[in-house]
């Protein structure tokens, strides 16, 4: 029953996570990302696409009451794929000589781990408060 729960968040931030990966790569590799189009997929995901997904995965999982204080791995997870998006786009094209953007720093861990921290904790009271329903 629990492993069961813990499908739809890993869907949901996985399709999101790769959805975003494929836009950013099939975008330079059309010349779609160049001046200000880096500027939009960096609100685009950064800013939008990933920490949704992160609010609604670690939401997801912060209510799976079966998981006790394991939920938390959720909050870490989130963030170093959040880490290693901006690694997998920004640093490698970087290291090809494609693009000079600035590299992941803690702050791009921060960035993936307080939306995931907001959607965890929701999710957590909601399942205190007895508020979901068994399936």
Do not use: Q
């Not at 950064?46 to 997801?60: C, D, E």
């Not at 791009?108 to 781990?113: D, H, K, N, W």
């Amino acid at each position: 029953m629990e492993k069961r729960r813990l499908v739809p968040p890993v869907i949901i931030y996985g399709m999101v996570w790769l959805a975003c990966l494929v836009f950013y790569w099939g975008s330079l590799a059309t010349g779609a990302l160049c001046g200000g189009g880096i500027m939009g997929y960096v609100i685009l995901t950064l800013h939008i696409a990933l920490p949704i997904a992160g609010i609604v995965s670690a939401f997801l999982i912060g209510r799976t009451a079966e998981l006790g204080w394991w939920r938390l791995v959720a909050l870490i997870t989130i963030a170093v794929l959040y880490v290693l998006h901006t690694v997998a786009t920004f640093s490698l094209s970087n290291a090809l000589g494609l693009t000079n953007i600035a590299p992941a720093d803690l702050a791009a861990f921060m960035y993936g781990l307080i939306p995931a921290a907001i959607g965890l904790a929701i999710g957590w009271v909601v399942s205190l408060s007895g508020v979901t329903r068994r399936v």
